[in-house]
């Protein structure tokens, strides 16, 4: 034990060594210092003298990441197994079965298999339960279970799994598994083209900018960029993306730090490939920072039309830092601005609330800026669209369903019970299948507690320790059933957002993902409203005016 942990408190002197040398911490010498030798021998005390007997390993892992959740859930520590992940989202490239995989506590769920990769060769598809890969059972299985289906190219692994209740097996080929940062462009008609980029990762610009020449060398005079969803990733790839559409040498986005030398100006280092031809990029709540860029800035430049709802409002940026023993720090190192000078930053990290959450910046609290061209835009709560959906923002009650995957779960029933679409494009649901939702939520337990709830039961807990309770207990409840039926009432008035949701991940079990964009293109509102603005020059130039 002893030689053990000398190993381990080296690391914490190294690390003032460090901080020592670093400028932004010269003021804090001593404290730092102070309290690295205060947590060093707090830690040896444990590991030495404890009762029963400590991993000194999850100890430390604990305590740095209670740490980090002082500061913001981008700011992370990265284990070697991290670090992996993270080269992962950055390159899009890794070894495994080709799915997307969710890992709870003890199941690991098929959520989507790659069209043609192993997984979907091997017949597994989203729904499918994976109970034992190899002679590994997942529900006693202490790490993470998803690092079982990884392994070499041409590997293969034999997977036990659930489909309905019934159990198979089969056996999966691993292979080198290539995501595309864009994984679909076509023309929606004779002249407008359509890409969706779903990934800032180091594919990104290259991508685009190979699906954009296509798109026009096949008569596209108009495009549609799709950033829906997109959760964002490599800052330069944001401005290279951007760099497409507008002049070398524009100004795209500023990040500002307290340490100086994190303060850039990224400007467009390359010729674009059109300047002119009209665009509109969709977004939603789920586009999120590099996506933020992208849109922020070409907003701001007044080089497209911006549609859809308002964005997730992350303005923040990241920068890895490596450790020791391979491991890596992801810590927020400066707030970036779009052309204009906003920071379209969301939630306020540094002002929580009593439960410690992150407040939203409150609206009185926007300041204005000016696009190029004279017109009004806000900071502090992500991009808002030039033309908005309230529908495509999700709303409480959807955001509740969604978490427990209860639409997801919903589309793997209704594609067994349904096997045989004939055409997946005249695809509809209808208000018998919103019924049966409905039905299917309350069979499932489906219980969704409202802020409003939370702060009735906070009042009534009070008044039962003030002996006040029987006083009010009668409004109390009538209170309760009235919420009861305003749930009730809220399922109904989110019925077209749900039912949207819902044939998305029903369509994506028949035809892949690659099917639902083709699917978008005939039926989603969002595409069709950006059709018509781009058909029209005098609508298109009005909202850029």
């Not at 408190?9 to 210092?33: C, K, R, Y």
């Not at 609330?353 to 926007?366: L, P, R």
């Not at 494009?425 to 939370?454: A, H, M, R, V």
Request: aromatic share 10%.
């Amino acid at each position: 034990m002893k030689n053990k942990f000398k190993k381990l408190i080296v690391i914490p002197v190294l690390s003032v060594t460090i901080f020592f040398t670093g400028t932004a911490f010269q003021n804090d010498f001593f404290e730092i210092a102070k309290q690295i030798e205060i947590f060093t021998t707090l830690f040896k005390e444990i590991n030495m003298n404890y009762v029963d007997e400590t991993n000194p390993a999850d100890l430390m892992d604990t305590a740095i990441k209670s740490m980090l959740k002082d500061l913001d859930p981008y700011t992370n520590f990265y284990n070697e197994q991290d670090v992996e992940a993270e080269r992962i989202r950055r390159t899009g490239d890794y070894t495994g079965i080709g799915a997307k995989v969710r890992t709870l506590k003890d199941r690991l769920v098929i959520v989507e298999p790659y069209k043609e990769y192993p997984a979907d060769k091997a017949g597994l598809k989203a729904g499918d339960e994976i109970i034992k890969v190899e002679d590994v059972v997942i529900s006693t299985y202490k790490d993470d279970a998803g690092d079982l289906l990884k392994g070499t190219p041409n590997s293969s692994v034999e997977v036990t799994y659930l489909r309905q209740g019934k159990e198979y097996k089969t056996t999966i080929k691993r292979s080198e598994i290539e995501i595309d940062a864009v994984p679909h462009f076509s023309m929606i008609n004779d002249k407008t083209g359509y890409i969706v980029l779903s990934a800032f990762n180091n594919k990104a610009s290259l991508q685009t900018a190979y699906a954009l020449k296509d798109l026009k060398a096949q008569g596209a005079q108009r495009i549609i960029l799709d950033l829906r969803n997109n959760p964002g990733g490599l800052l330069h790839e944001a401005v290279n993306v951007v760099n497409l559409f507008v002049p070398k040498g524009q100004l795209v986005v500023t990040t500002k730090s307290k340490v100086k030398k994190y303060n850039r100006t990224y400007y467009t280092q390359k010729d674009p490939i059109d300047t002119e031809i009209p665009l509109v990029v969709l977004i939603n709540g789920s586009s999120a920072s590099a996506s933020e860029i992208v849109s922020g800035s070409l907003q701001d430049l007044d080089r497209a039309v911006i549609l859809g709802s308002r964005s997730f409002g992350k303005g923040l940026v990241q920068r890895p830092k490596p450790l020791t023993y391979g491991t890596q720090l992801k810590i927020t190192i400066s707030r970036y601005y779009t052309p204009s000078g906003r920071c379209i930053q969301a939630l306020d990290y540094w002002n929580r609330d009593d439960d410690g959450n992150a407040v939203k910046i409150d609206s009185k609290e926007y300041h204005e800026f000016k696009t190029k061209n004279g017109r009004p835009v806000f900071d502090g709560g992500g991009v808002l669209p030039d033309e908005t959906f309230e529908i495509t923002k999700n709303s409480a009650i959807t955001n509740a369903i969604l978490n427990d995957f209860l639409i997801f779960d919903y589309a793997t029933d209704y594609y067994y019970k349904h096997p045989n679409i004939k055409d997946i494009n005249e695809f509809e649901l209808k208000d018998s299948d919103f019924k049966d939702f409905k039905t299917y939520l309350s069979t499932n337990n489906f219980s969704f507690i409202t802020e409003t709830e939370k702060a009735l039961n906070s009042v009534y807990e009070q008044a039962k320790k003030e002996a006040l309770d029987d006083n009010i207990k009668n409004d109390y409840n009538t209170l309760l059933s009235n919420l009861k039926n305003s749930k009730e009432l809220a399922l109904n008035e989110n019925k077209e957002q749900i039912l949207s949701l819902l044939t998305d991940e029903i369509v994506k079990r028949y035809v892949y993902r690659e099917g639902l964009y083709d699917y978008y293109k005939i039926h989603n509102t969002e595409i069709k409203k950006a059709t018509e603005i781009l058909a029209n020059p005098i609508k298109y130039r009005d909202y850029l005016r």
